[in-house]
């Protein structure tokens, strides 16, 4: 349903959603705000809780969705949408048992999606984009696959289930993943060059009850299992976790 993005996204984006729906009519969708419980990083070396915006708004062929970041619609028709994307990565702060590595700066994800959903309730997807905004090691290719079904479980209460892919090449994944020399000598990790390939699999269950006019209360579980290169890093064998959950819950408005 939802997941952390950082102050940038929630600046930028949150502020172009919101001066949209005060000057145009048209906006629909829902917004908001809550707390998550997550990894720290992509390798789950610790967890923290941050502050969460939520999106999920709709203007004509221009879509702002937390997960998805801000998408055009450039090809719409029978179920199928196509077209480019704009989201943004969280970087890395290595400190506490990550001292020693190099920060990871917050990244914009630049690329292109298409989308199959011929019901509000259920799609299928894909992503392939580009990180850009940093330094040559960590302009790498990323994207993601998967796939998700809504279903009404009574009372105005919503489920969500979702499953989805994330991938990278090599060049994205040794980013987060992956320990060069100079890097396991200021650490301790043992050097580790990251392939490419599938990263993890991310399962989510959610759910949302209604809880007055316009205003929804929204709870997210997810597990995240890390496979391929990045569950072969040394930082995930030495400090993180193969296997890692995320806990989100946020209080929604929809606009009519």
Partial sequence: MFKVTFAVFAGLLGLWSFSSAALAD???????????????????SRYETRPIPYFDLDWGNVSLNTD????????NTQGFTAGPYINYLPGRNSNGSLQGLNNVPD???VGG??????????RVYAQLGRAVGGGHKESGTLGKIGGELGY?????????SSLM???ADARQTQTYFGVDAKESAASGFRPYNASGGFQNLTLTQSFEFPLASNWSLLTSASWVHLVGSAADSSIVKQTGNVNQGQVQTAISYKFD
């Fill in 68 to 75: 998805d970041g801000l998408t055009w619609s450039a090809l």
């Fill in 113 to 122: 999606f298409i989308q199959y959903a011929p019901a509000d309730f259920w």
């Fill in 165 to 167: 892919a994330h991938f």
């Fill in 107 to 109: 990244l914009a994800e």
């Fill in 152 to 160: 009404p479980l009574g009372g105005g209460i919503i489920g969500s």
């Fill in 26 to 44: 048209g906006i629909t969708g829902e917004a908001g705000a809550g707390i998550s419980y997550q990894p720290h990083d992509p390798t789950g």
